[in-house]
């Protein structure tokens, strides 16, 4: 039997039937959902509002869905704190429909003939009535004190929930909410603690942030107070943005914000109080008070302040690389201490002295520490001058907070000295750029202009010069004036330093004497020194600074002056110090003198350099040899630059001059590779030494008119006259007599003479087999001689066998 197969509906039947069923379960969660939705609006409306909840609440006693709006409340986080709210409306509103019940009650008992009063029978009738006179006013100050706490009025709450708690609360102490309420008092105190404590937490975040500003503002008012330049407190403002391109659709350019720093003129006045809010120290202050956590609320503070005292004693990066740094730095601690000065004088007992002091002890170390780490990478005098006044400006701000500053003043005074080794160290540069661009030559004046314009920079005293007529000479160079203006220069930037330390005038002269005899006796004295020792100085120019230390040595008088003019002590007082200056150019000036010695005879080398001798020569040329006659034009205008200097100098320097030549002159003739001398080479050598001799007797230099530089060549002068006259019986007679006509003459040096004779005469003879008679008895002689002077010259002769 075939299986019956099932009828089939149509497909729009069975999509119909399907449409239905989805229809009815859609309505229903549509409508659940719509409930649900109401009674969310409803929960947020009453925990956002704040005026009165009867409209809010009545619309959920309207509806049927009472139940399901509790189970919805509850559900929620803030569900018990709703449930109580609403319980209560509840309650109210209970009370309230009584209450009119009374009423009508007491209106119809009148209505039928009595006579009760409502102030005495509504009591007696509506016991309702009298409960929600003493509900209300607790309901209002439980509404007030949220709506305190919402504003974050925190004290009136304190105050208020002091009220609700001691005076409101125990007049419904047997309803069901005064239990609520009562326990729920401790944690609303916490909560007031705690939010207190949370703007205390912001308010220090945020003194932190503005610490530097404050900072800012008080030292630009102590540098206004001290008359001292408000802008070395100041920042570099900031760099100006170049305009944003316009817009290239609108062609619109937007404009930039305003930097808050563009409007300092109008912070000049602000206080610490005007930047900011110190309401939450007060408020957190007031409100621990009097929960009575004082003293928690203090070491709380306290050890906040502590530790930001720290972050702002750390140095920011690289403090040491511009003086902005620094400005950082001083703002940050300032400010720090300018918040506790206020709440100081704000409050009581909350920061006290004693805590102020022993805070800055710790702050005052850390401080000096920093700065006198930082500044020791300082190598730039400007830039130390800038921090000084800095630190200045700094002590005088916290001066005025009650701070002690002492330790900052001693690193001063460390650092006046780090500022003039700086100073002498720049100088160097200085010195040596006036060295290399002066051109070593006396200073020439047309005009009065001109010479008064000289005597502003030295003040220079020569009679001679004034009464000389004009075109006239100054015997210095360019580099006395400008030496001796930079020596003034540098004890102008000594006592830059010096100003606004509170030093006394004695205190200001003796450090920059300190400091200017520094800069003489090492920086100056260097730099002359090594410029004496310059390989290309020429001899005009080692002369010429010879000249121009004599002038030197004289002005030292003229720069004590200066000191005592410029910082007020008395010139002749016992205390002050006297510049070393004076010695130091005399040193100089002998070094230079010995330069010039030398160089003088390097230049006579030059000339002797070019001397040849013919030893083998037959006779003289009759005249002195080219050489000797150049180096003696040589000497006599070089000696006649020696005008300007001492008479001393000159006369050594023209006596060393002589004994050099002589000595030359002297190892000429002994030279060993000189083997032989003809009788005609030693002629022509006498005509050379009598040329020099002529030179010493005609005064080179004044001074020496009576035979001195002659004497110089009086050994060479005697061993020619020796040799040359053949006088050797005389010498060997005289001998050892303190009269002896040729006591400079030493027996090695004629046997050395006489054997490069023999030698000559050896040659000769071998070129001419027979000699004369007269040659042969010259001969003997001449060996006779040798012998009596080689016992001489060995100590075994005595006088009477010569």
């Known amino acids: 039997m075939a299986e019956a197969t099932p009828k089939r509906l149509p497909p729009e039947q069975t999509w119909k039937k399907l449409n239905e069923t989805a229809t009815v379960q859609d309505a229903e969660v549509l409508r659940q959902e719509a409930v649900d939705a109401h009674h969310d609006h409803l929960i947020t409306e009453v925990e956002t509002s704040d005026g009165p909840l009867a409209t809010t609440l009545r619309a959920v006693y309207d509806t049927d869905e009472i139940k399901k709006f509790k189970e919805r409340v509850l559900s929620t986080p803030s569900g018990n704190s709703f449930k109580s709210a609403v319980m209560l409306h509840s309650y109210r509103m209970k009370s309230k429909r009584r209450t009119l019940g009374c009423r009508y009650r007491v209106l119809h008992y009148k209505r039928r003939g009595g006579s009760c009063s409502m102030s005495t029978n509504t009591t007696k009738y509506c016991p309702s009535h009298r409960n929600l006179t003493l509900c209300l006013p607790v309901l209002e100050m439980y509404g007030k004190l949220q709506e305190q706490m919402?504003?974050?009025?925190y004290y009136p709450a304190l105050k208020t929930l002091e009220q609700l708690e001691h005076t409101y609360l125990p007049r419904v102490s047997t309803h069901w909410f005064s239990q609520t309420m009562t326990e729920a008092i401790p944690k609303l105190r916490e909560r007031i603690k705690e939010a207190s404590m949370t703007d205390l937490k912001d308010f220090l975040e945020n003194i932190r942030k503005h610490s530097a500003k404050i900072g800012e503002v008080a030292m630009r008012h102590a540098a206004e107070q001290n008359n001292m330049d408000p802008t070395i407190a100041r920042k570099k403002p900031r760099k100006r943005k170049a305009p944003a391109p316009p817009n290239p659709f609108t062609g619109e350019v937007e404009s930039e914000p305003s930097h808050p720093r563009d409007n300092i003129d109008d912070e000049e006045e602000l206080s610490a109080q005007d930047l900011i809010d110190f309401s939450p120290v007060y408020r957190c202050l007031h409100i621990y008070t009097v929960l009575g956590d004082r003293e928690k609320f203090e070491t709380y503070y306290r050890k906040q302040r502590r530790k930001q005292a720290r972050l702002s004693l750390q140095p920011p990066p690289n403090m040491h690389e511009t003086v902005d740094g620094y400005k950082r730095y001083f703002h940050d601690v300032i400010?720090?201490?300018?918040?506790?000065d206020h709440i100081l004088s704000t409050t009581q007992g909350l920061v006290n002295r004693?805590?102020?002091?022993?805070?800055?002890?710790?702050?005052?170390?850390?401080?000096v520490a920093v700065l006198r780490t930082n500044t020791g990478y300082c190598k730039d005098s400007k830039m130390m001058l800038e921090i000084k006044n800095l630190i200045v400006l700094f002590c005088h701000t916290l001066k005025g907070y009650g701070l002690s500053v002492g330790n900052l003043l001693e690193l001063l005074l460390e650092m006046r000295d780090q500022y003039s080794d700086i100073l002498t160290?720049?100088?160097?540069?200085?010195?040596?750029?006036?060295?290399?661009?002066?051109?070593y030559t006396p200073i020439y004046v047309e005009t009065e202009a001109d010479?008064?314009?000289?005597l502003a920079q030295f003040p220079v005293k020569d009679e001679e010069v004034d009464k000389a007529t004009y075109p006239k000479g100054l015997a210095f160079s360019e580099f006395v004036p400008n030496v001796y203006?930079?020596?003034?220069e540098y004890i102008n930037s000594c006592l830059k330093f010096s100003a606004d330390l509170h030093l006394s005038h004695t205190e200001i002269d003796d450090m920059i004497r300190k400091s200017t005899n520094i800069l003489l006796t090492r920086t100056l004295s260097g730099c002359l020194s090594s410029l004496i020792k310059r390989p290309h100085l020429t001899l005009l120019q080692l002369i010429q600074i010879g000249i121009n230390m004599n002038y030197l040595e004289k002005s030292c008088v003229y720069l004590e002056e200066y000191i005592s003019s410029i910082t007020g002590a008395e010139k002749d007082s016992i205390h002050l110090a006297r510049l070393h200056g004076t010695s130091m150019f005399k040193d100089s000036r002998s070094d230079a003198e010995e330069h010039i010695y030398k160089k003088l005879n390097q230049k006579i080398d030059e000339f002797l350099e070019d001397a040849v001798y013919d030893w083998t020569l037959a006779e003289s040329r009759g005249y002195a040899s080219g050489y000797l006659m150049d180096l003696v034009a040589f000497l006599q205008s070089t000696f006649m630059s020696f005008t300007n200097l001492p008479e001393k100098v000159a006369k050594t320097a023209c006596m060393s001059a002589c004994k050099h030549i002589a000595c030359s002159l002297m190892n000429f003739l002994m030279e060993n590779e000189v083997r032989q001398v003809t009788m005609g080479a030693l002629q022509q050598f006498n005509l050379d030494l009598m040329q020099c001799e002529q030179f010493a007797a005609g005064e080179?230099?004044?001074g020496y008119n009576d035979g001195t530089l002659q004497m110089a060549f009086a050994?060479?002068?005697?061993?020619?006259?020796?040799?040359l006259n053949w006088d050797w019986s005389v010498y060997l007679a005289d001998y050892g007599q303190g009269k002896s006509r040729y006591l400079r003459v030493k027996p090695h040096v004629a046997i050395s003479l006489l054997e490069k004779l023999n030698n000559a005469d050896k040659k000769k003879n071998n070129l001419f087999a027979s000699l004369k008679k007269n040659d042969r008895d010259r001969k003997k002689l001449l060996d006779t001689v040798l012998k009596q002077l080689r016992g001489l010259a060995n100590g075994t002769a005595t006088h009477a066998q010569s």
């Open 150 to 153: 919402k504003s974050k009025r």
């Open 335 to 340: 400010g720090f201490f300018v918040v506790e």
């Open 354 to 367: 004693s805590y102020m002091d022993e805070l800055w002890e710790m702050a005052v170390s850390k401080i």
């Open 425 to 439: 160290r720049q100088w160097v540069t200085v010195f040596n750029e006036i060295f290399d661009d002066d051109n």
């Open 451 to 454: 010479y008064r314009s000289i």
């Open 485 to 488: 203006n930079q020596v003034k």
């Open 700 to 702: 080179p230099v004044p």
């Open 715 to 723: 050994d060479l002068r005697q061993l020619l006259d020796l040799v």
